[in-house]
Nanobody
Framework: HVQLVESGGGLVQAGGSLRLSCAAS????????MGWFRQAPGKEREGVAR??????????AYASIVKGRFTISQDSATNTLYLQMNSLKPEDTAMYYC?????????????????RGQGTQVTVS
């Protein structure tokens, strides 16, 4: 089954940057759709970014609140998903999760993807 392991979270000052990584295993990476969501205490899951496949073209999509600050990318050779986060704000503080779904199914929102990692904490002071 799909296994996801995140890393790269931490404590950063407002305006700073972090890069999260997610190592995927257990399933052919090319058959997965991937993304990131976050969850702050007392709040619902919030989709942050995802990789899209439309007519065999790969692109990305972002929540409006992170667009222009966060960049999702992937390295298919190493089965790794990344989230580069710049200009971080205190409201970005949350547990960040890498998530995956089977590409042939691919739920409408990242927060609905059935596979997720253990999460990595991002705290912006």
């Amino acid at each position: 089954h799909v296994q996801l392991v995140e890393s790269g979270g931490g404590l950063v000052q407002a305006g700073g940057s972090l890069r999260l990584s997610c190592a995927a295993s257990g399933y052919p990476y090319s058959d997965l759709c991937m993304g990131w969501f976050r969850q702050a205490p007392g709040k619902e899951r919030e989709g942050v970014a995802r990789i899209l496949f439309v007519d065999a073209i790969t692109s990305s999509a972002y929540a409006s609140i992170v667009k222009g600050r966060f960049t999702i990318s992937q390295d298919s050779a190493t089965n790794t998903l990344y989230l580069q986060m710049n200009s971080l704000k205190p409201e970005d503080t949350a547990m960040y999760y890498c998530a995956a779904d089977l590409r042939r199914l691919c739920a409408a929102t990242v927060s609905q993807f059935p596979y997720r990692g253990q999460g990595t904490q991002v705290t912006v002071s």
